[in-house]
């Protein structure tokens, strides 16, 4: 069987579970907070897990991370948003959008000339262009396909099924899943460190969260990243492209913009 088979035989089934019978996306954290959860018997148990995990594990080793100078910190973000610049590319593609596509291009070859392989981005002082974060879970939302119940991943929190099929398709097609040896190792190092970096970005978000009573942490973890998740889709606009009013993503001002964890 080939390799990527099974990842697009994994894919069909969770785009298949998102599309079944899913209603209209929330407007607001309650609304999202009274809808069905299909997958509680799973979540709320995970939930528990990783509520104990991030004050007993993962908060201590974020305390040690903050103590580095952030300019070495931003170099391990700066490399880690490099190697997603094709990903960020190719879906912007995929979304129609080949302005930002062309700046993603133009960004990663900046970057990975003068910036040292990605160790600098030089391209955002250079040209005035940030960088897009676009993955395929968007793209299925711009296509239109419903984003399904949250599935509480351990360590990760919550996600859509949208989300998760995406998330296997941009993991298939990665640059880095050609990588190996040293080459690998030192790669997969700079992105452990980029996510220490993104979690300490949320550090206070995430405390306030965890430390609340069992229901309010639990719904609070589902409604922050889906806050996450609406301002990325909708790039800062207030409505996808080609969708009617009932299917649309909620806009920011029904679902508050979310602390910034590039």
Not at 43 to 57: F, S, T, Y
Not at 124 to 147: I, Y
Not at 155 to 178: E, H, K, M, Q
Request: net charge negative.
């Amino acid at each position: 069987m080939p390799p990527k088979l099974p990842a697009l035989v994994l894919i069909a089934a969770l785009a298949v579970l998102a599309g079944c019978a899913s209603p209209p996306p929330p407007r607001s954290c309650e609304e999202l907070r009274t809808r069905p959860d299909p997958l509680s018997p799973w979540n709320r148990p995970m939930h528990g897990v990783n509520r104990w995990v991030d004050r007993k594990v993962i908060d201590p080793v974020i305390n040690v991370w903050m103590w580095f100078p952030e300019l070495f910190r931003d170099r391990f973000s700066d490399f880690s948003k490099n190697l997603k610049a094709p990903r960020n590319m190719i879906n912007n593609l995929f979304q129609g959008d080949v302005i930002s596509a062309g700046a993603e291009t133009m960004r990663f070859a900046l970057n990975t000339t003068i910036g040292i392989g990605g160790l600098f981005d030089v391209a955002k002082p250079l040209t005035g262009v940030k960088a897009d974060p676009e993955d395929f879970g968007q793209t299925l939302a711009v296509w239109g396909l419903p984003a399904g119940p949250l599935l509480e991943m351990p360590i990760r929190g919550p996600r859509t099924l949208r989300d998760l099929a995406g998330g296997v398709v941009d993991g298939a097609f990665s640059i880095t899943t050609y990588f190996a040896g040293p080459l690998e190792i030192g790669v997969r190092t700079m992105r452990y460190g980029n996510r220490a970096e993104r979690r300490a970005r949320l550090d206070e978000v995430l405390d306030e969260t965890y430390e609340q009573d069992f229901e309010a942490s639990y719904h609070g973890a589902q409604c922050e990243y889906y806050k996450q998740r609406v301002y990325r889709i909708l790039d800062g606009d207030l409505k996808l492209p080609k969708q009617s009013e009932e299917d649309r993503e909620p806009a920011p001002e029904e679902i508050p913009e979310p602390p910034i964890a590039d």
